[in-house]
Nanobody, 126 residues
Framework: QVQVVESGGGLVQPGGSLRLSCAASGFTFDDYVIGWFRQAPGKEREGVSCIRRSDGSTYYVDSVKGRFTISRDNAKNTVYLQMNSLKPEDTAVYYC???????????????????WGQGTQVNVSS
C-alpha cells in the first residue's frame, strides 16, 4: 500500500520561508514521480512542482519559479519543498501525491496521481 505523508506547514510572515516534507512508503517499483499541489479556499487544486525519483528531473509552475525548490532524498524516500519569499497568495493546503505513471516535464496534473497525502496548511500572513 503506497502512502505519502506531508509535514512542515505553519504560519509565516510575507517574505518568510517554510520547508515542507513528503515521506513516501509502500512502493513496489523503482521509479515514480512525487508532485506538490495546493488548494486555496474556493479554488481548484493546482500543481506546484514535481520531481522524478530516478533522475531528479523537476518542473515548477510559473508562479513559484525562483522562489520554491523541490529536492529528494532517495535513501529516505522523502521529497522536500523549500518555499522562500512567501506571499499571501501562497496560502493554501499543500498536498503531496505520487504515481509511477505521472510525467514531470510540462505540468503537474491532478489526474495523473493516484496516491495522496492528507495535506498540510500553509498560512502566509502578517
Amino acid at each position: 500500500q503506497v502512502q505519502v505523508v506531508e509535514s512542515g506547514g505553519g504560519l509565516v510572515q510575507p517574505g518568510g520561508s517554510l520547508r515542507l516534507s513528503c515521506a513516501a512508503s509502500g512502493f513496489t517499483f523503482d521509479d515514480y514521480v512525487i508532485g506538490w499541489f495546493r488548494q486555496a479556499p474556493g479554488k481548484e487544486r493546482e500543481g506546484v512542482s514535481c520531481i522524478r525519483r530516478s533522475d531528479g528531473s523537476t518542473y515548477y509552475v510559473d508562479s513559484v519559479k525562483g522562489r520554491f525548490t523541490i529536492s529528494r532524498d532517495n535513501a529516505k524516500n522523502t521529497v522536500y519543498l523549500q518555499m522562500n519569499s512567501l506571499k499571501p497568495e501562497d496560502t493554501a493546503v499543500y498536498y503531496c501525491a505520487t504515481d509511477r505513471r505521472a510525467q514531470c516535464k510540462w505540468a503537474v496534473r491532478v489526474y495523473e496521481y493516484d496516491y495522496w497525502g492528507q495535506g498540510t496548511q500553509v498560512n502566509v500572513s502578517s
